[in-house]
């Protein structure tokens, strides 16, 4: 079953090809460089720039599926394109002959943007008859751990429960996963998610966007070492939900206190102190979710779960449970890309779970799994 999937619910336009958990092909129009000079996703920008590149992006997500498609289409398809000036079209029809449902990010994400991506998702549903899927990106996030290769690499059997982190630009939420497609919200945060608090420290120490990245090397470069002991938030509250509003005050004034040339002496101690607090925040949480559920496989999921250290404190922990953690093999599954929205959109599909109407079905930019 093969599936074309799409995903513009933040500042990324992406298109995959997938079958069952096999990445065939994915492509990722980053808007990043657009972002950059405001310090942070302009949603109006973001919603032009997906606008101007979805029709490319489909062209190059159908070309790179050839490329490795193993079957005599995909020859025919490389002399059609060869042939024909306007071989782009031609080509894009031949690989929709092969793809069996179209699927598409529905939220959460920025309104205007996702709607890009779902009128795209609706014509091309319409025009090459298919049956459309409406998924979720938190969902695509939490399926990112088990994506594969074209050659089906890394083998990951799935073993149900499942205790979901998942830390991106946009959320912060711990998840229990009972079954495929089945999901219990334990706990997100309250205000800023984990990604963003990294976003807005990095802003403030002027290391560009996205911060998250760049904080994650300079932390390294100190040995992920706890120099300023930040107050932890919530220390006195034992749900599940998170908190950094706190945190990202109390490294404001810390930082505003100092003058610029201490500020740049101290930037890997200032950018490592603040992860440090950002994680332990972070990985208590978690500890308190796997001692309620007894769950201690974990599944790692957002753009945060790129972190290096981040998986090396989970690892230590999930060890102290006799559980594991699983986490992106592939380091484009861990920011936004449509792979893992093709993934999420096949059990879906298992589900007997398409849009009804393709006219009814529109952005959801608070979604929530349920
Ligand atoms: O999942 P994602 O691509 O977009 C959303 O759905 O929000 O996550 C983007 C977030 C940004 O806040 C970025 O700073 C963060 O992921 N990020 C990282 C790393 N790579 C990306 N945070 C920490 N360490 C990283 N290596
Ligand atoms: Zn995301």
């Known amino acids: 079953m093969k599936i074309l ?5 933040c500042d990324e336009t992406s298109v995959a090809i997938t079958e069952g958990r096999k990445v065939l092909s994915n492509v990722i129009y980053s808007q990043v460089l657009l972002h950059k000079q405001w310090g942070g996703v302009v949603p109006s920008i973001a919603k032009r720039a997906h606008q101007e590149r979805i029709d490319w992006v489909i062209g190059e997500a159908c070309r790179k599926y050839s490329r490795i498609s193993e079957n005599s289409l995909g020859s025919e398809l490389a002399k059609s394109r060869a042939q024909t000036s306007t071989s782009l079209m031609n080509f894009t029809d031949s690989v929709m002959s092969q793809i069996d449902y179209i ?5 959460p994400g920025l309104a205007i943007a996702l709607e890009v991506g779902i009128n795209k998702a609706k014509e091309l549903a319409k025009k090459y008859n298919k049956k459309l899927i409406a998924v ?10 088990f994506g594969q290769n074209s050659q089906g690499k890394p083998e990951r059997e799935m073993k149900f429960p499942y205790l979901c982190l998942l830390v991106s630009g946009g959320h912060t939420e711990l998840v229990l996963l009972k079954d495929h497609i089945t999901y219990e919200i334990l706990g997100e945060t309250l205000d800023d998610a984990a990604g963003e608090a990294l976003d807005k ?3 403030l120490l002027g ?3 996205p911060g998250g990245p760049v904080i994650d090397r300079l932390a390294e470069e100190v040995e992920n070492k706890d120099f300023y002991h930040f107050t932890r938030p919530m220390l006195k509250h034992s749900d599940f939900n998170f908190s950094f509003s706190g ?7 810390s930082v505003r206190q100092m003058d610029e040339r201490s500020r740049n002496i101290n930037i890997r101690q200032l950018a490592s102190s603040y992860q440090e607090a950002v994680f332990d925040h972070i990985l208590r949480k978690t500890e308190k979710a796997i001692q309620k559920t007894g769950v201690s496989r974990l599944v790692l999921g957002g753009g945060v779960s790129a972190n290096k250290y981040l998986r090396k404190r989970l690892r230590n922990l999930t060890k102290k449970y006799k559980g594991e953690v699983i986490f992106p093999h592939y380091k484009y599954l861990c920011t936004d890309n449509a792979a893992m929205i093709g993934i999420a959109a096949h059990h879906h599909v298992l589900k007997g779970d398409f849009v009804k109407d ?4 529109d952005r959801i930019p608070r979604l929530k799994l349920s």
Request: aromatic share 16%.
């Open 358 to 361: 393709l006219d009814k079905l």
């Open 136 to 145: 979720g990106h938190m969902e695509g996030h939490i399926y990112s751990a």
């Open 5 to 9: 999937a799409i995903d513009t619910s």
């Open 103 to 107: 699927a598409v990010t529905y939220g």
């Open 201 to 203: 420290a990095a802003k």
């Open 207 to 209: 290391l560009g966007y």
């Open 247 to 253: 945190l990202k005050t109390a490294f404001y004034y």
